[in-house]
């Protein structure tokens, strides 16, 4: 009698058809990014990864915040939360979203105030530069700046020196009217 294939596989092909898909799973885990490392240094907010990020980001007020949303990434060894309070960034709050592909790392970072960022990549780490964080975070131990010294007055020009007096001649004397006789 004749065994038809798709009923009975034999269990070599069982055991090839296991072994591909495994492999298929582990090859999908090992492609995935993973964010290693959030660290504050010098100004800058680094989120190191496994990979070169793809991410998007957008700002939030009342907090003021940063959101990073990184696409098709998770976190390995990132501590849910982290305080900084350095004058500019108050707090650090990581999450993923979803799993597998459809996984995204947030990373969101809380600011003391406004601040401007410059956001790039260098190799697998994105690094989030803080416009005016030098200027802050050393603000408290700073000197004031020296006052200002007082502006002079701008010089006064030479005033010419004062007309001679001039003469005025006195009005002649009134002309003594004849009165003509009566007629």
Known sequence: MPVDPLRCPSPIAWLAASLIVGLAGVSAAQSQNA???????????????????????????????????????????VPDQMAVNDGVVTNIKN??????????????IGFAKDVET???????????KLGGAEAVAGADDAAPPPAAAPEAAPPVAAQPPPAPPVAVAPPPPAAAVAEAPPP
């Open 35 to 77: 964010i290693t490392s959030v660290a504050v240094r010098g100004g800058n907010v680094e989120i190191a990864a496994t990979q070169p990020p793809n991410f998007t980001t957008f700002t939030m007020s009342d907090p003021t915040r940063l959101v990073v949303d990184v696409a098709g990434c998770t976190f390995r060894g």
């Open 95 to 108: 999450a993923t979203y979803g799993t597998g592909p459809s996984a995204v790392a947030r990373i969101t």
């Open 118 to 128: 410059d956001i790039g990549t260098n190799g697998n780490t994105l690094v989030i």
